[in-house]
């Protein structure tokens, strides 16, 4: 027994000697061990110095780990890994390598700034601003963490402090190319895109190589002028970095919203091949596949994100898609609702939801969805159809024919805003109390104009323009009021300002409307060749310009205009078949107008324009001139007033007297 004892003492005392010696090899590694690299490890961090500065930092930190690999207690080596990681939006990673240099004997003090923005990148917003808010800072990383300080803010919804952590890391580092960058998303988040595009235009005056505000100014200009225009941005950063994940998302998305399908495709399997798991690049290849129809194939494709996008609206809504074509009408109903608490007034949505309840046997719900928009001047056709069909279903014969009559006389007014639900008494009182909140005062506006008050309205949206001067929107406030007050110069004034900002399809709508009103067809036209040059594939756009070649007599400009568009839409637009029959007609080719006519006629027969356009086809087509004058004659009993109608109807007795003569002789 002494024995076993005296080795169980032995034992106790080895373990214990062991314990302390690997304690003490623990300490001397996280104090006393940390190296000057070797000089394999120097030569490494050479070339991932190099990279960086070539603007290539994925292989800055592929560099960068063989450095780490050669010598693992080289801090140098840990934070310049860490500052790659972040330039990569690797929070995690460059979180390890900050605390791998902290154990090797580096001042939490001199990398609070790194260590808030690896937290930021996480999302982890509160411990972020715990670290770049520490009062032991470096100086010279306070203008760093002070911008990283104001991203946390603006992602904390904290408007007021990120616009002072701003304003601050100006003051101190106004020469910043991405601090600049990140002003610019500030202030596009705050509405001001006017003072978003100085910003990022002063970021790449001051570092036109930075890849960042190469894509930043890319997306904005996207935004401002359209896609084509923000193609040479994304091409100029993709030139310095073309593996940089984040540029060719923007690029692949904008290649996909231009209709370069197979363009995008290579994009994006190029990001795949990059980051196999990208959800961005699956999406755009999912929106690819329902586009063309393959909703399985589509289906298939969403579900390779993993659920990392579907809090993002464009994934909800082509999931929504996805389910409503494959007839999977309650589970759209699902994607739709959610989507609208997210966007209450996007009038596509509240469309698409109707129709999924209606083709649900939801009639009820569905009328209750469209009623808003149907209660107002503005009113797309199809709009009017759905609720008519939904009104017929429950019952509502007289209120669904009342329906299809707007539908089908194509007479839908000025598209207008949702009104507010609130009083106007209770409005003007909000308005009071804070006059300088847009967000009272818009509706407040719309409300006076609804109430048929134009002069106090124009009077308030004067006001938030000139407090404003930088969005968008409040001029198109002021062009909306001055429009229904009948005064289309102030109303292009103010489109004129809101274009240069955002050359958007509502500023060009509404600029073509008071165009046309003002009796400048020319630069209508001019308006919609130059905005077309930037979005070729805008349906509105496309619309009114082949309406416009249609009055000029332009006609086979026009049919290809319109042959473009029922290639992508389909022939169950009446107002594109009877535009192409015009054409047709015009062009004498008049079985192709027949045709056409018949097929917008099958779609739409109450419609007084599409009567109009058969009645004439019918008639160049020359063996039923009788049916064509019982058309016109329509056309006119459901527009009496219509000049244009009479005028044809006038015409066409007059030939078919012309004809009856002839056959006496």
Known sequence: MSVLRSFQKQGAATLVLTALLIATGIAAQSTA?????????????????????????????????????????????????????????????????????????????????????????????????????????APDHIAYATRILGRVAMLSGDNALA??????????????????????????????????????????????????????????????FGLRAALPWFERALQIDP?????????AATLGDMGRMKDMLVVARKIISLDGKNPRAFFLQSVLAARAGKYDLARTLMQKTEGRLDDVPAVILTQGIIEHEEG????????????????????????????????????KEAWAFLEPQVMRSGTEPYVLWLAARAREASGERDQATGLLNRAAAHDVGKEVAF?????????????????GDARTVIPYIRALTN?????????????LQNANPGVSDAHILVADVAMARGDYRTALSALEKAKTIRFSEPVLLRMVESLRADGDLQKSGELLAEYLSYNPRSTAALRWMAY???????????????????????????????????????????????????????????SPVVSHVYGLALLGEGTRKKDAIDLISKAVTLAPDNAVYRKSLAQAYAELKREGESDEV
């Open 33 to 137: 061990v940390a190296s000057d690299g070797n000089a394999d490890a120097r030569a490494a961090l050479v070339r991932a110095q190099q990279h960086n500065a070539q603007g290539d930092p994925r292989s800055a930190r592929i560099a960068l780990m063989n450095a780490i690999k050669s010598d693992p207690l080289w801090i140098e080596a840990r934070l310049l890994q860490s500052e790659t990681l972040l330039r990569l939006g690797d929070g995690i990673g460059a979180q390890s390598e900050l605390d791998r240099a902290i154990e090797l004997g580096t001042a939490s003090s001199s990398v609070r700034h790194l260590y808030g923005h690896a937290l930021q990148l996480q999302g982890n917003l509160n411990k972020a601003k715990e670290q770049l808010q520490a009062v032991d800072i």
């Open 163 to 224: 616009g002072q952590s701003f304003d601050r890391a100006i003051r101190l580092e106004p020469e910043n190319s991405d601090l600049w960058v990140d002003v610019a998303k500030f202030r596009a988040a705050s509405g001001n895109q006017a003072g978003a595009i100085a910003a990022v235009d002063e970021a790449v005056k001051l570092n036109n190589e930075n890849i960042a505000a190469l894509q930043y100014r890319g997306e904005l200009v996207r935004s401002q």
């Open 243 to 251: 593996n940089n994940v984040a540029v060719l998302t923007e690029y």
């Open 328 to 363: 999977n009408f309650n589970a759209a109903i699902d994607r739709f609702r959610r989507l609208i608490s997210m966007q209450p007034n996007n009038r596509k949505v509240r469309n698409l939801l109707a129709r999924s309840l209606y083709l649900a046997g939801d009639a």
């Open 419 to 435: 009104a507010t639900s609130m009083s106007l008494d209770l409005l003007r009182a909000q308005v009071q109390r804070d006059p």
């Open 451 to 463: 109430a048929g008050n134009n002069a106090e309205a124009f009077t308030q949206a004067r006001k």
């Open 548 to 606: 416009a070649h249609l009055e000029t007599e332009n006609w086979d400009v026009a049919r290809r205009i319109l042959e473009n568009l029922r290639a992508r839409i389909g022939p169950n637009d009446a107002l594109i078949m009877a535009g192409l029959a015009q054409a047709y007609t015009g062009l004498g080719r008049h079985a192709d107008a027949v045709r056409t006519g018949r097929i917008a006629y099958y779609v739409q027969p109450s």
